[in-house]
């Protein structure tokens, strides 16, 4: 069998790249992401004979900020239990998302694997407080009961979060990957940050995955708000109208993660739980700092600034661009392992016109 000339520079490239680049920990099978409470969490450890040192797991808390593991177990080519060799993700305290990440040789290996529990979520409501003579009332409504007209702005209003009874159900297990978004006008890369919302970053990759942000405008654009500062971009809508979304809505997730340039984060109506598949990229941290716990942030870019402030800056109507740039594509790409994680883009200090 005759091998074609333009398969032999891409053979010979294939054979330079070092083995261990294929060392990867994975879901066994690979089409599984759900592991029942107090049962097995299989993973699959795959190791190139060529890999040299000891192969280990690492456990690892994106909580502590030094990024060393919680805990380290040996492991072995081929399929091992993750449940039996940390018995703290079941027996442990109270549950907590995780990575789990593969060392060869004392050498972060491939992509880690996110551990996310399932676990009953608190759930956020409205509230407004008034004071009535003397006394304090709490409200959990949009309009006065006695006027029928609105009571307050409810996307001014407070978030209260009622926990519920928790519920640990098991673990849903995946391979950490970023998102890349393929504009009109460039790129942007994007690290989800399950850490911070997980149920978020989960719905927003699963649209993405399946072909949901496929030619679909950038419908709002907001570059500066009245006070002088930037604020955001706005996509995610395949009417085009800011009326449309993937047919559900996703409640409100309590998120950690501070709005800043670069933030990707859920849009949504009045009622806090109408997420659904629009998300808007966040222009500044003065401008959207009060967005911060009534919006679910839950990725960061880390590639594309240029391109951000680029969509920032077409021209508009109101908040309607003129001529609308596209999100043409978006794909997920296995994220650098744990440790080798890339730091949050921060906004381009532009020149001054004339020079």
């Avoid at 380290?72 to 060799?85: E, H, I, K, N, Y």
């Avoid at 690290?191 to 993405?208: G, I, S, V, Y």
């Avoid at 399946?210 to 604020?231: A, E, Q, S």
Wanted: charged share 25%; glycine share 8%.
């Amino acid at each position: 069998m005759r091998t074609s000339l333009r398969l032999i520079p891409a053979l010979i490239g294939w054979m330079l790249l070092p083995l261990t680049g294929y060392a990867q920990l994975t879901p066994e099978p690979d089409s599984r992401a759900y592991f029942g409470v107090n049962r097995p969490i299989p993973m699959k450890v795959a190791v190139p004979e060529s890999a040299k040192g000891e192969v280990r797991i690492d456990l690892i808390d994106p909580a502590r900020d030094s990024g060393e593991p919680e805990t380290t177990a040996p492991a072995l080519a081929g399929v091992v239990d993750l449940s039996t060799l940390f018995p703290v993700l079941w027996k442990g305290p109270s549950p907590k998302l995780r990575y789990a990440q593969l060392v060869v040789g004392g050498e972060q290996i491939g992509p880690p694997v996110v551990l996310q529990p399932m676990v009953t979520p608190a759930q956020g409501e409205l509230l407004r407080t008034t004071t009535r003579g003397t006394e304090t009332v709490r409200e959990r409504w949009f309009k006065d009961p006695e006027t029928n007209s609105d009571a307050f702005d409810p996307k001014e209003g407070k978030i209260a979060w009622v926990p519920e009874v928790p519920a640990y159900s098991g673990i849903r297990a995946y391979v950490d990957q970023h998102i890349v978004l393929d504009t009109s006008l460039g790129e942007i890369e994007f690290r989800l940050r399950p850490d911070a919302a997980p149920n978020t970053a989960w719905n927003f990759r699963d649209l993405a995955q399946r072909g949901f942000y496929t030619d679909i405008i950038f419908h709002r654009v907001v570059p500066m708000l009245k006070d002088g500062f930037p604020f955001v971009v706005q996509v995610g809508d395949p009417t085009g109208t800011g009326d449309g979304g993937p047919g559900y809505n996703l409640d409100l997730e309590n998120s950690n993660l501070p709005h800043d340039f670069g933030v990707l984060s859920m849009a949504r109506s009045t009622d806090p739980d109408t997420n659904g598949s629009q998300v808007f990229i966040a222009l500044s941290r003065e401008g959207t700092a009060r967005l911060d716990g009534k919006y679910t942030a839950f990725a960061q870019a880390v590639r594309g600034e240029e391109v951000i402030v680029a969509l920032s800056k077409v021209k508009v109507t109101g908040d309607r661009p003129n001529d609308p740039p596209v999100l043409k594509s978006a794909k997920l790409v296995d994220a650098p392992p744990y440790s080798k994680r890339p730091r949050p883009v921060k906004r381009p200090i532009e020149k001054p016109k004339g020079r």
